[in-house]
């Protein structure tokens, strides 16, 4: 798994003054006059962090991600957008993780190499997310579980389950055994493909290591339940789920109602949501709206039409295309 091959980084400390003279060029091309804004957000330290990075920047960078911890503006999504999907834009990785290097020690390192390697996972670029877990660990930046989670996302998503196993045991080799998220990235990548065998296996590592079992836990196995034409199954989580006081995720609403449509079971799909509504507007108008909009598309018309009254009556919002089905075969 060791992928080192940055130097370790000199901790010198740059001359404050230039840095402070660059940022205000990007300060003044966003308002009027130098002055920082009195309160600052999340979005400008963004815009300011990438147009810093794309011009090589990196003392001004390691400075305004550093001030805007202190600004209580956490990076964001957005924060290294300045990575894309190139050689040429990727080249700069080595930079930038000796300027993350050098940020203040504790949240603020920390925080942003784990917002780097989750960019290089959204670009798919699972071999340098590795080369920044190295980095992390060799540099002691506070390398933890939650940092190879969005690895463990793409490559479960990907479904490349050996590399998925092969990296949870590297996680214990660095000493960051896995976590019931970790788990659950793999049940939840079982689950879908109906590999019942390896499902189980999954749970009674989670068992075996006394990690309990969260809201995403249920979810997969109820998506498990549903994969296998088990619905009856799905169903009996969903009553395990409230008895234990977990929150029922609005993916497992759909699992549960998709399925019942697949089956045929058109009135037990009706019924299951109201069963389940009243209780979260929102949820209900996912729900609803899904169930709806499933019944149009398999023609039972009648159901549907039952369905978007109902919406109606509750002041659920609808859709621009179940507003005019509604307006033109329900209302009368």
């Known amino acids: 798994m060791s992928l080192s091959i940055l130097r370790k980084v000199s901790r010198k400390v740059p001359n404050p003054q230039p840095i402070l003279s660059i940022t205000a060029r990007f300060f003044a091309a966003r308002g009027s006059g130098t002055d920082f804004p009195d309160e600052p957000t999340a979005a400008y330290y963004d815009d300011l962090v990438n147009e810093a990075a794309?011009?090589?920047?990196?003392?001004?960078?390691?400075?305004?991600?550093?001030?805007?911890?202190?600004?209580?503006c956490f990076n964001t999504s957005?924060?290294?957008?300045?990575?894309?999907?190139?050689?040429?834009?990727?080249?700069?990785?080595?930079?930038l993780s000796k300027a993350l290097a050098r940020l203040d020690k504790g949240f603020p390192r920390k925080s942003a190499y784990d917002l780097l390697i989750a960019r290089l996972c959204k670009l798919q670029r699972i071999k340098e997310s590795f080369r920044v877990v190295d980095v992390m660990a060799e540099g002691g930046h506070g390398l933890s579980e939650c940092s190879f989670h969005p690895i463990l996302n793409a490559l479960t998503k990907k479904k490349k389950m050996e590399d998925s196993l092969r990296l949870l045991e590297a996680m214990r080799s660095m000493g960051c055994p896995p976590d019931?998220?970790?788990?659950?990235?793999?049940?939840?990548a079982y689950c879908y493909d109906g590999?019942?065998?390896?499902?189980?296996?999954?749970?009674?590592?989670?068992?075996?290591?006394?990690?309990?079992?969260?809201?995403r836990t249920y979810d997969a196995l109820v998506l498990?339940?549903?994969?296998?034409?088990?619905?009856?199954?799905?169903?009996?989580?969903?009553?395990?789920?409230?008895?234990?006081?977990?929150?029922?995720?609005?993916?497992?609403?759909?699992?549960?109602?998709?399925?019942?449509?697949?089956?045929?079971?058109?009135?037990?799909?009706?019924?299951?949501?109201?069963?389940?509504?009243?209780?979260?507007?929102m949820l209900d108008t996912e729900s609803f709206g899904l169930l709806a909009s499933r019944l149009i598309r398999l023609q039972a018309y009648d159901e549907a039409n039952t369905v978007l009254k109902e919406m109606n009556e509750n002041g659920l919002e609808m859709g621009s295309k179940l507003r005019d089905y509604y307006l033109l075969n329900v209302r009368t």
Not at 199 to 214: F, Q, S
């Open 224 to 281: 498990g339940a549903c994969r296998a034409g088990k619905v009856e199954g799905a169903l009996a989580l969903f009553r395990r789920m409230e008895d234990d006081g977990l929150h029922v995720l609005y993916s497992s609403h759909v699992h549960v109602i998709s399925e019942l449509l697949n089956l045929g079971y058109y009135a037990h799909a009706v019924r299951f949501v109201r069963i389940c509504g009243g209780r979260d507007k």
């Open 180 to 188: 019931l998220t970790a788990y659950n990235y793999l049940l939840t």
């Open 195 to 215: 590999n019942v065998t390896a499902a189980c296996g999954v749970m009674d590592k989670i068992e075996e290591e006394g990690l309990g079992a969260d809201s």
């Open 54 to 72: 794309r011009e090589r920047d990196w003392d001004t960078v390691r400075y305004l991600l550093n001030k805007r911890v202190r600004d209580h």
């Open 78 to 95: 957005n924060t290294f957008r300045f990575l894309t999907n190139t050689e040429s834009s990727l080249s700069v990785l080595d930079d």
